[in-house]
């Protein structure tokens, strides 16, 4: 079955402070790769995403992402976390199998302490 | 920003009245999706469409249906509504990668999301 995963649903980080946020799926193929935020109230914006090519991605505000195709994972990063970055982060990934479908993971609330 | 207007944005009803949601989009895109937000679960797929009167479900789809029947229009309907439908739903529409069009980036865009009270 196709799934995602993100087993931390909670992460608290000093501003400063290197972040990886953990994301893991479930496909038979290589899918297509995303990373969402949410600020509280707010709508979702796209951090990044991976099609195909070069496994370390760079997006905006400073994150990147690192596609493993032998741990199906595709984790989060950023060397210094700002206060900012404290949101919701989610995991997306579309599988493109006849048609595409979005799963999201569940997602992980980031708080940075001042 | 992509052209995605979800109508109403905010809506209170009673348990077992019908209420329907409606994303409008101006992109032309073909594929069109709606989501429930709830706290711990992120992003759960109820139905998408990927044409006009072409849809699937996701994994939430009991208690939902939806409707395609133009390109620009993708309705969701709750039949009789439920306390347990009480959430943030949002549409969103995406197009593979490609084209001219400058959204045709593969990557969903989002609607600014309609919350629905069932009491």
């Known amino acids: 079955a196709q799934s995602v995963t993100q087993p931390d649903i909670h992460i608290t980080v000093s501003e400063g402070a290197s972040l990886e946020l953990r994301c893991n799926y479930s496909y038979g193929a290589t899918p297509y790769l995303f990373w969402y935020v949410q600020s509280p109230g707010q709508g979702l914006q796209l951090l990044l995403k991976y099609f195909s090519g070069d496994t370390l991605v760079q997006g905006i505000k400073g994150f990147e992402a690192e596609f493993k195709r032998s741990q199906s994972s595709f984790n989060l990063r950023k060397p210094s976390v700002h206060w900012s970055d404290a949101a919701e982060y989610f995991c997306?990934?579309?599988?493109?199998?006849?048609?595409?479908?979005?799963?999201f993971g569940t997602g992980t609330r980031l708080k940075v302490l001042a | 920003d992509a052209g995605i207007t979800q109508s109403p944005r905010h809506k209170v009803t009673e348990t077992g009245t019908p209420v329907t949601l409606r994303c409008h989009q101006t992109e032309n895109h073909r594929y069109m999706y709606w989501y429930r937000q709830d706290p711990g679960h992120g992003l759960r797929l109820i139905h998408y469409?990927?044409?006009?009167?072409?849809?699937d479900k996701g994994e939430v789809s009991d208690g939902y249906s939806v409707s395609r029947s133009k390109t620009e229009d993708f309705l969701l309907t709750l039949e009789s509504a439920t306390s347990s439908q009480t959430s943030v739903y949002f549409c969103?529409?995406?197009?593979?990668?490609?084209?001219?069009?400058?959204?045709?980036?593969?990557?969903?865009?989002f609607g600014e999301g309609s919350r629905l009270t069932v009491l």
């Open positions: 469409s990927y044409g006009v009167k072409d849809t």
């Open positions: 969103a529409i995406s197009a593979p990668s490609g084209g001219t069009l400058r959204t045709n980036t593969g990557e969903l865009f």
């Open positions: 997306a990934v579309a599988f493109t199998s006849g048609t595409y479908k979005y799963i």
